[in-house]
Every structure is written in C-alpha cells, then in structure tokens.
C-alpha cells in the first residue's frame, strides 16, 4: 500500500495552551479565572475542531464584489466567504468586542477580551480585522464624548445579538500616502443635509461594515493634520443603498484574503464630525491604541498557531527512520519559535493590561507613561517576531508548507501584514521615540524591567537576567548619546525601539518563569527564557551614518 502522510491536527485550543493557562492563573483572581473558563474551553474546542476544518474547507471562497445588477443599475454589492458570516455572529454571540465595554471584568476585562479572542481568532480567517476596527471606534466615541454619536453606534458597536451587531471600518488611507495621512485630499463640504465628502480612500479594510471613521478636510481649512476632522458616517441610507460610496475594485492582496479591502470614492457621502472641524489626526489616538493593540494579539495568536501545527506534524512524519519530533536539530527549531511565541504573548498581554487599566480610570501617572510607550513597542516587535516565526513554521513541513491547499502558506502571507498594518515597523519606531520625549518615561520603563527582574530567584535565569540589564544599559546610553545627532537618531530609531521590545519581553519571560516555577507551572517558561537569550535582545550598533547612505 502507498504512504500518504497525515496532516497536522488541532486538538483543543485552550486545553493545549500552557502558557495562556499559566498566564491566567497568574493575573485573573480564581473567581474571576473559574468564570471564564469554561467559555474558553469551549471556544478552544470550536477554535481546533469546527472553526479549523471549515476553514480549511473555506480556502478558496474570498469576497466578491458585484457592481451592476442584471439590468444596469449600480449596485457595489460584496459577498463575504461563509465563513466570515459564521465568525461575525459568532463574534457577536461571545462579545468578543462586547465584553471590553461591558467591564464586569473591570480593569481586567481587556485581558478576559483577548484571552477569548486568542483562543478562538486563528480559525477565523482574519474576522479579526473588522472587530479591531469596531473596537477602536467604540473606544473613540466613548472617548470624544460626542453623546449623538453614541447613543446611535455603540449599542450596535458592543452589541451581543447578531441581528443588531455592526463592525466599523476604519478610512484614512489615501493615494497621497499610508502613513502621512495629513496629506488626505478628501474634502469636506457643508450642504443643506450636513457635511458631505467627496475624494478617494485607497485602502478600506472590512468594506462591508456598517459604519466608519475616516478623515476628511472641511473646506477653508489649512493643510497638514491639524486641518483634518474625524468624521463618523454610517455606509448605507434608510433605504438600504449606499451612501454616496463607489466601490472601484477588490485589492487584490498578498495574504489577508478573507478581508474585503477596497478602493472607494466618496461623492457626496453624509458624514457627521465626531470632534470638532480640526485636530482629526489628534482625535485618532483612542483608535490607535486600541487597533495597534489587537494588531500585537494577531501576532501572538498567529505565531501560537503556526507553532500547534508544527508541533502536531512533527509527531506525524517520520524522516530518515525516526518522527521529526525525535530528532534533535528539528526539536532545536521549535524550541526556538516557542521562545519567541511565549515573548510575544507576553507582550501583546501586557499592552491589553495596560489598556484596560487605563480605560478602567485606575491606572498610575507611571503607567500611563507605560502604555504611551509599550503600545507601538508591542505592535513593532510582535509584528517582526510573527513574520520571522511563520516563515520558519512553513519552511518546517518542506515541500507541503508551500503548498496552497494545505493551509500552510496562510501563515505566512497572513502575518506579513501585521508589520504593516496600523504603522509599519518604522512608523512605530518613531512613535516609540516621540513617547519617550515626554520626560520620565525611560525611567518608568527602566524601573519596570528592574521590578521584573527582581523576581528572578533561580540560578539557570542568572543569564537572562544579565542580557536584560545589559542592553538595557546600552539602550539608555545610545539613546543619551544621540540626543544630539538628530539624524543618527532617527537612523537607530528601529534598532532601538526592537531592542526595547526584546529587553521587555526577556524581562517578563524572567518573570513568568519564576512564579511558573514557584507555583507548579513547570520549567518550560524558563527554558523558553534562556533559549530568547541566546536569541539576542540588543539590536543596537554603532552605525556609520554614511555607510548606511551608500549601502541605501
């Protein structure tokens, strides 16, 4: 009889999850920790069996748009894949945007969010995108205090019924540019029903939204971000068409492929100023806190994935008269992307405390500061982490991780777009900087990594405890040192901020591994520690300017 090779399988999510367990245990009160359990279970048993297979099934279904119906009328009608209209309602159902808003978590309930959303998003073909979106907007409403505004969208916005739930898009990018967005060129007109606008948004991801928020400049106004206004519109009039919108094309993408990302032209769209006629960009920190912070969780839950796969499969085939899990260089290679795996969920967590502590009003002026500074660290370092950790996830099962219909190369074209969406790489080096202006920060940070640290009480952590103080050390004094190279600081921005990341990371993975020794939760955190080490945390060098001007 031929060989065939068995694929990998998912087992239980949750279950399967040392870490998430550990992490768990370890922040939520046991009360607390007991009531989301089951729900957890329950979703990680949906997230590898149910959601994992129709999403194998589901592969080739991608949105389609249709923009003529049969007798010549414009229609710009978007069909989403089956599945994205399970996982709508099924994010509904569990509030996976509605328990943030809800708050019987409290200051915790951003860590109760994500915990559910980590389980059960990697088998949801990117539905986190919408959610990301929806989150955002909610916490901007809330935030800005427009009360009209309110009352209309966030009951829908944190809704649990399906019938009523809406998702928003998120419309800033324009042909001008991704990252300056003061350069938008939609133009903002006063007309006898209220604002409307007219101009171009490059990319609108999750276009079958209910709702958006998107910057417009009314007109009068100066150029630049301060003459910009956030504007709130809703995409469909009463009558169910749409309102002022064309939908010029599908992007034709690398990897989020589910997402239904669009190029529209806004022709007279009725919108609604959230804040004001000015300071839009301003007005878009709420969303950029909370977008850039789902953005860490994707990286964490897709390199979480990508290592279960691997994990399986090395169980399942057998190379040279042995499993791949017998075999040392090959148990070498997952132990090094389980390092990283366990790095970035802490981090990606650790901006979610953060987060939710600052929207519980309970947070201290020191982490406050924190979270100015951990919230673009995370989504920086996760971002590269992911990439890296996919890559190598598909290159482990040969010739099959190349191949489209098993799957596997979702991985990697999926995760591509986390360095990239809500800031790329540099983009967020430079945010990092800009948060450290504000005086103290690097201090409060500094003395963070130290409380960690202390932790640290076995001997085998002796060397990671040195790693995180010396390139901690060294981050400090480049960074005093370059104070006066503006430009070498902008140079360095991204090889500083990434070793911040890493330094934060190897700070808790200490942390975590201490108390997991301490409490029964065995010695693999610290081994995953050690492994990070020898990983490298310091990305700092002296740089010769010039080199890097003839070598660009």
């Known amino acids: 009889m031929s060989f065939l090779q068995d694929p990998p399988r998912l087992g239980n999510q949750y279950d399967d999850d040392a870490l998430l367990q550990s992490y768990l245990a370890r922040q939520l009160p046991e009360e607390l920790r007991r009531s989301v359990t089951e729900e957890l279970r329950e979703l990680g048993e949906l997230s590898g069996k149910y959601f994992y297979e129709f999403q194998l099934r589901d592969r080739l279904n991608e949105p389609e748009l249709t923009q003529w119906d049969a007798w010549g009328k414009r229609v710009d009608r978007i069909e989403v894949s089956p599945l994205w209209k399970e996982a709508e309602a099924l994010a509904a159902r569990r509030g996976?945007?509605?328990?943030?808003y809800e708050q019987k978590s409290a200051e915790l309930s951003r860590v109760h969010q994500f915990a559910l959303n980590y389980v059960v998003q990697?088998?949801?073909?990117?539905?986190?995108?919408?959610?990301?979106m929806t989150d955002g907007a909610a916490r901007t409403l809330l935030s800005l205090g427009n009360q009209e505004l309110i009352a209309r969208a966030l009951p829908h916005l944190t809704s649990r019924d399906p019938a009523t739930f809406w998702t928003?898009?998120?419309?800033?990018t324009e042909r001008t540019g991704g990252s300056d967005v003061g350069l938008t060129q939609t133009v903002a007109k006063q007309s006898p029903e209220g604002w409307r606008l007219y101009g171009t948004k490059w990319f609108t991801s999750a276009t079958t939204s209910q709702m958006a928020l998107t910057l417009a400049r009314p007109e009068g106004n100066g150029p630049g971000g301060k003459g910009l206004a956030l504007f709130f519109v809703e995409t469909r009039k009463a009558d169910g068409m749409l309102n002022g919108i064309l939908i010029n094309r599908l992007k034709d993408k690398l990897g989020t492929r589910k997402v239904p990302t669009a190029e529209l032209t806004l022709d007279g769209t009725l919108a609604i100023p959230v804040a004001g006629l000015a300071d839009g960009i301003k007005n878009m920190a709420w969303m950029l806190n909370v977008t850039r912070t789902w953005n860490a969780m994707g990286c964490a839950w897709a390199m979480r994935r990508a290592m279960a796969l691997s994990k399986d499969y090395a169980t399942r085939r057998v190379q040279f008269g042995a499993k791949l899990a017998e075999k040392p260089l090959h148990v070498d290679t997952l132990a090094g992307l389980e390092a990283e795996t366990h790095g970035a969920f802490l981090m990606a967590f650790r901006a979610a405390e953060l987060l939710g502590r600052m929207e519980a009003k309970v947070a201290s002026e020191e982490e406050l500061l924190l979270q100015r500074l951990v919230t673009p660290l995370?989504?920086?370092?996760?971002?590269?982490?992911?990439?890296?950790?996919t890559s190598e996830a598909v290159e482990g099962f040969g010739g099959?991780?190349?191949?489209?219909?098993?799957?596997?190369p979702r991985l990697l074209a999926d995760a591509q777009v986390m360095s990239i969406w809500e800031g790329t790489t540099n983009v967020l080096s430079l945010d990092a900087l800009r948060a450290l202006a504000k005086e103290g920060t690097l201090d409060v940070f500094h003395a963070d990594v130290e409380r960690r640290l202390a932790a640290a009480k076995d001997s085998r952590l002796k060397p990671c405890v040195k790693a995180v103080e010396e390139s901690l050390e060294h981050a400090r004094s480049w960074v005093a040192g370059s104070l006066a190279n503006p430009v070498g600081l902008e140079a360095g921005a991204r090889r500083?901020?990434?070793?911040?990341?890493?330094?934060l990371e190897l700070a808790m993975l200490v942390e975590h591994a201490q108390w997991s020794l301490d409490h029964g939760h065995g010695p693999k955190v610290l081994a995953a520690a050690r492994r990070f080490t020898r990983h490298g945390v310091d990305q700092i060098t002296d740089m010769d300017l010039d080199d890097s001007r003839l070598l660009a």
């Open 96 to 100: 996976l945007v509605a328990v943030a």
């Open 496 to 503: 500083f901020a990434l070793t911040l990341g890493r330094t």
């Open 122 to 132: 990697p088998s949801l073909d990117v539905y986190s995108c919408p959610l990301a």
């Open 378 to 389: 995370a989504k920086l370092t996760t971002g590269k982490q992911a990439v890296a950790a």
């Open 400 to 408: 099959a991780g190349y191949v489209e219909d098993t799957g596997l």
């Open 168 to 172: 928003s898009g998120q419309w800033m």
